[in-house]
């Protein structure tokens, strides 16, 4: 069953780190990128940072410096990270572990960035 899972969401004060973790079941995931979205309220969903089944990442410019996506290709799970330092309050979002281009979802995982 292919299934995506996030954790590791919660409350940080400005300039905390979090981790962001996606567990996702499912075989077919070793060979796509994956990446995690957010969405804040009042704003369109945004992709933060993607990796390439080879390791190749892309970030978003709001995040770049800050934040590192990583994956662990297992072979019927891959879990994708987002290390998440220097958290800003306009980091706060639900954030959303992806199959870029294949809509493949999870449920989301809010991050609140605030003293």
């Known amino acids: 069953q292919v299934q995506l899972v996030e954790s590791g969401g919660g409350l940080v004060q400005p300039g905390g780190s979090l981790r962001l973790s996606c567990a996702a079941s499912g075989s077919i995931f070793r060979f796509y990128i994956m990446g995690w979205y957010r969405q804040a309220p009042g704003k369109q969903r945004e992709l933060v940072a993607a990796?390439?089944?080879?390791?190749?990442?892309?970030?978003a410019d709001s995040v770049k410096g800050r934040f590192t996506i990583s994956r662990d290709n297992a072979k019927n799970t891959v879990t994708v990270y987002l290390q998440m330092n220097s958290l800003k309050p306009e980091d706060t979002a639900v954030y959303y572990c992806?199959?870029?281009?294949?809509?493949?979802w999870g449920q989301g995982t809010q991050v609140t960035v605030s003293s």
């Open positions: 992806a199959s870029v281009g294949k809509d493949y």
């Open positions: 990796i390439t089944p080879g390791g190749m990442t892309n970030y």
